[in-house]
Each structure stands twice: as C-alpha cells, then as structure tokens.
C-alpha cells in the first residue's frame, strides 16, 4: 500500500484543486480535473491509473479543513471508493475528524474487498485509447470496462467530419488488451487517455453525428449504455490554457497533422486558379504576379473556412491537443494547439485573416508539390470502402 506523500506536494496539488481559475493553474492534467469536479459536488469515478496519491491527499486535506457536513459525507464516500488511494486517504480524514470531536461514520472495508492500485491480487481500471487521425479524418477510441474472465472492449470508430461510425464491442483478456492497445498505438500514433475522456469523445462524436442528420450506428443503443452515460461539459483539451501571441505556424511540422489538408475537390479548384494566373495572356511584373496569387489565396481561404469546416478543423486541433496533454513533456506543445483551435473561431472573413488558418492554404501555394505527397485526394466519405487506420477489434 502506498505511503502518505511528503505534506508539501500535498499542500501544492491542493492549491491548484482549489483555484478559483483552473486556467490560473499550472497543472490541468485529469486527476486534477476529477478532483476539482469532486470539490463542486461531483460523483465521477477516480481516473483509475492517471490518480496519483498526492493528489487524493490534497482532494481529502481540503475536505479535513472544510470541516463541513457536506465534506464529512463527501469523505465517507470516496472512503468507500474502489481505488484504493482514494479510500485510504479518506479513510485516514475521517478517523482525523474524528480526532476533532466530528460525528463521522469511518466505512468498515469488507473481508475480500479489493481496491484499485499496485500490488497483489489487485487491479487497476484501463485506461482508455485515442489514436491520431488518419488521412481521412477518422481515428480510434477504445474504452473497457472489467467482465467476466476478463474485460469488454468497447471500440469507436471518429470522423472529425461526420461524428461517431461505428460502435463495436468485443471480449478479451486484461493482459491481450494492453498489448493490442500498444500495437495499435505503435501503428497508428496516439496515447492512452483517462477513461472518463474516452467515454466522453464517443458521446460528443455521437451527438455530431446526429447534428448532420445522419443515422447512428447499427447497435448504438445497446452499447452506448454499457459503456456508461455521457458527463456533458466541453471538450477535454480546452482545460488547457492559451498561449496568445505564440508563433503557431511551426505546428503544421508536426507527424499529428501531416494529413491536414484540403479535401481534392477543393485543392483541384486551387490548382486551376493558379494555373490560369501563371498562364495569363497579360503582361504581369512579378510584383502583380504575386498579388494576383495573393488574392486567390485570399478568396480560397475563406471559401475553405466555411463553418461547417471551422468545427471540424477546430476538433482536430483540440483532439491532438488532447493526445499531447496527457504527457508533461508534451504539455506545451497541447497548449498551442489549443490556442490554434481558437483561431477558429469566428465568421469565414474573420479566419481566412489570421495567421494559422490561412496558412493552410498558403504553404500549398507555396510548395505546390508537398500537396501531392500526401493522400488529400481520398475524399472523406465516412461511406466509403476505403478503412483508413486500419481499425481493427482485438
């Protein structure tokens, strides 16, 4: 069993729990969010593996000053959590409340009963899997859940364009799906994400999906209670902070956004465009030249940004962003791409102007021949035969 963290990491993980900003904070990560949510009357289950100990402490230390009845019954009930720092944290504040001359009830732990966490003959909650976005704008997101003999996999097929695919579950072993989970992270580039992120990636691409009016998938119904009910609230990515006045541009190296292009049928009008421009019979000093080029760059981008195309270019900012936050050492990178997605925001005249949207258009203009290297023409028809990522049940 784990021991009590030293007071001090406890006493900073408290502040940040607390602040009245969470952008005022320096750590976003999702312990801290479910310890936040937690604080405001919460009942989401602990992030199983991503709940380090001190920050159980610090959720149960704020409780202990509190001294409240709301925070007595609070602590009683994350003492009778599944998770085994959470239960002996707040089995520890009660039995120190008690110390205080507060009436409070300390749960009895059941012989046999088992908790969450390291160690013998226990087990943790999986967590759950997003991959990156193939070329054409779908990934994977896998949650599981323990059963009988082993766990139910519950794989979801995202379109950033069209919502939620398909919704599959099958069986397997604890051990078959972490190995699974790798060789498809290895294959396709992604992270593993807190189980509650998981879940609520498949209901918000579910309710995309009916947005468009489009039917959802066979089975839906029955699979989607399994895996539990959507929490509601934004997406995971915008607890990041922005980064205003940040160089932006750079992120378009990245290996995440490799396939963000331009659909075919719009490169193709581009294209001619520019061909007629560079054709004209008019004689053209090389300064008109690249006016002219300017201004289709110009029209181009705000024909490309309509709205329809702002959100799904913004959820795939905020996505990768996702991916990017759940590590430390990738956590600025996750805040510029948050900060991308918000420029964004706004009419079709209002993105085509800012640096980072227009520049998906300008670097085609550019370097015309990057845009052939890359499988833009596939268009992104979730109907298509094409199963871009290769996504496969275990």
């Known amino acids: 069993m784990s021991k009590r963290p030293p007071q001090r990491d406890i006493e900073r993980l408290r502040g940040l729990i607390t602040a009245d900003d969470p952008r005022d904070a320096d750590d976003t990560s999702a312990d801290i969010h479910w310890a936040r949510q937690t604080l405001d009357g919460g009942e989401h289950p602990p992030p199983g593996d991503a709940l380090r100990p001190e920050v159980a402490y610090a959720l149960v ?222 004689v053209l000093s090389d300064a008109q030249r690249a006016q002219r080029r300017a201004d289709i760059v110009d029209r181009s981008v705000e024909e490309f940004f309509d709205a329809v195309r702002c959100q799904t270019c913004r959820l795939l900012l905020l996505d990768t962003a996702h991916l990017f936050m759940v590590k430390e050492e990738t956590r600025e990178r996750a805040r510029l791409l948050r900060t991308a997605a918000d420029q964004l925001l706004g009419t079709p005249r209002e993105v085509a102007l800012r640096p980072f949207p227009r520049h998906l258009v300008e670097r085609i203009v550019q370097r015309p021949a990057d845009a052939h290297d890359h499988p833009h023409e596939h268009p992104h028809d979730p109907d298509s035969s094409h199963q871009g990522g290769g996504l496969i049940l275990p």
């Open 61 to 282: 230390e704020e409780l202990i000053q509190r001294q409240t009845p709301q925070a007595a019954q609070m602590l009683g009930r994350l003492a009778r959590s599944t998770h085994r720092d959470v239960a002996k944290a707040a089995r520890t504040g009660l039995h120190r409340l008690r110390s205080h001359k507060v009436e409070v009830e300390v749960p009895v732990k059941s012989q046999g009963e088992q908790h969450e966490g390291t160690g013998t003959n226990t087990q943790q909650a999986l967590p759950g899997m997003a991959t990156i976005y193939d070329s054409r704008w779908e990934r994977l997101v896998w949650l599981a859940d323990d059963a009988p003999r082993g766990v139910r996999v519950f794989q979801g097929r995202l379109s950033a364009t069209f919502g939620l695919l398909e919704l599959n579950a099958t069986s397997t072993t604890r051990k078959e799906y972490r190995t699974r989970t790798r060789q498809i992270l290895d294959e396709l580039g992604g992270e593993m994400v807190p189980p509650q992120d998981a879940r609520w990636l498949v209901h918000d691409a579910a309710q995309r999906c009916s947005a468009r009016g489009r039917s959802l998938p066979r089975g839906y119904a029955l699979t989607s209670q399994r895996i539990g009910a959507a929490t509601g609230g934004d997406h995971p990515a915008l607890r990041l902070e922005l980064l205003p006045g940040a160089d932006l541009i750079p992120l378009y190296d990245l290996p995440e956004l490799k396939y963000w292009y331009p659909d075919g049928d719009f490169l193709r009008r581009l294209a001619h465009q520019l061909e007629e421009a560079g054709t004209s019979q008019i």
